[in-house]
């Protein structure tokens, strides 16, 4: 009887977890070992900016499967171990406990990594990032309210984790300030225009927003940061700072390798970088989007959620090209939005909006040459389909008409009729 194939899985993420489930209901009988540094269960991340940093949810609520889902699903789960190095030409990837482990496909799912703030006091106690649910619990306890006294929580970026966490913030009491060197929050994710949406929300709710300046410097006593000096000169009291200027993938492991890699493992649109062998998914992939016709790298949730199990069959041989319009979400106070497609400016000339803006009940849609190139859904539920068809749409060239998109009583599947 022929050996079975053996499938190693680098990084036990959701993406690699995933990608494990998606191979067993497939029909793989082969040895399937999954990788992971951390020594938590594969778990998911959304919940470590929004309901488990504010203690509303359980730990056993972020983890993908159960401990005992990957012992009953023939999967090895090694936590607490890296993998050192891969040999592409032994088909063989070394652990730095010792030790290696051979391979016929190998998926990586390592992720990305925080961007470090690289300024003088950078290393102070006080300062944290959010990546991992250690991260999580120990900013929970940081913003945790301390009767008769403010904490005073600066945060270096307005991106979504940033915005997140100056939510939960605001909700624990902490007085907030936003540090953000673009014009707006979220320029770089959605554009002016929904950032001035957002940056209004949490000026309603007491943030400080200090646009066009970053952090220059972190000030301490005793080991301990107490304030931040901004590009702009002002130097603002410190109990906490929160650095959420980015992530970057980390393509160690595959750079060392040999892999094509850039801003991530690059890969085709079957989610296969340079080594036929080799996979890549999750938030470390930088793969070619047939729908959007460029190389994108998506960091959300969703991408994690379905890409692993598009590589994992890839992997299987199916090779399907993996073409999901990209997807995410977002909770702050009293605001839940969902947005398909990336609205990234230099991707769209306009912006149309349906419903009621200043009441944040609305649906905003980025067009491009009158095509519909993405949409967020504000306070309005049971569209992401819809507008997910219409940018399927806009991609093959069909324009709508604006009068017609912007009109809450037109149906949004009427949009997609001829004419």
Partial sequence: MPDQPAFVII??????????????????????????????????????????????????????????????????????????AVDRAARRVSLDGGGSLGYDRLLLTTGAQPRVLPVP????????????????????????????EDTNVV????????????????????????????????????????????????????VEFRLGEGASELIGEAGRVTAVRTTGGAELPADVVVVAIGAAPDVTLAAAAGLETGDGVLTDAMLATSDPDIFAAGDVASHIHPLLGR??????????????????????????????????????????????????????????YRGDVGQREFIAFWLQGGAVVAGMNVNVWDVTGDIQALIRAGFAGHAVDPARLSDPDVPLGSLLDAG
Avoid at 121 to 148: F, I, K, M, W
Avoid at 308 to 336: E, H, K, T
Wanted: aromatic fraction near 8%; proline fraction near 6%; charge should be negative.
């Fill in 295 to 352: 190389r994108v790298r998506v960091e959300h949730w969703a991408n994690a959620l379905h890409s692993g199990p598009a590589a994992a069959r890839s992997m299987l041989g199916q090779r399907v090209p993996y073409d999901r319009v990209p997807y995410f979400f977002s909770d702050q106070y009293d605001l839940g939005m969902e947005c398909s497609g990336l609205p990234e400016p230099g991707h769209y000339d306009e912006v149309l």
């Fill in 155 to 206: 945060i270096v970026g307005g991106g979504w984790i940033g915005l997140e966490v100056a939510a939960a913030a605001r909700e624990k009491g902490g007085a907030v300030t936003v540090l953000e060197t673009e014009p707006t929050p979220l320029h770089r994710q959605v554009g002016p225009e929904l950032g001035l949406v957002f940056a209004d929300l949490h000026r309603d709710h007491g």
């Fill in 121 to 148: 006091g950078a290393g102070l106690d006080g300062v944290h990032y959010l990546r991992t649910a250690s991260d999580s619990e120990a900013l929970a306890t940081a913003l945790a309210p301390v009767p008769g």
């Fill in 11 to 84: 990084g036990a993420s959701l993406a690699g977890a995933k990608a494990a489930e998606a191979l067993r209901d497939d029909g793989f009988t082969g040895s399937i070992v999954l990788l992971g540094t951390e020594t938590e269960l594969p778990y998911e991340r959304p919940p470590l900016s929004k309901a488990y940093l504010l203690g509303q949810a359980d730990k056993s609520s972020i983890y993908v499967h159960e401990e005992h889902w990957y012992a009953g699903h023939g999967v090895d789960l090694r936590l607490g171990t890296t993998a050192g």
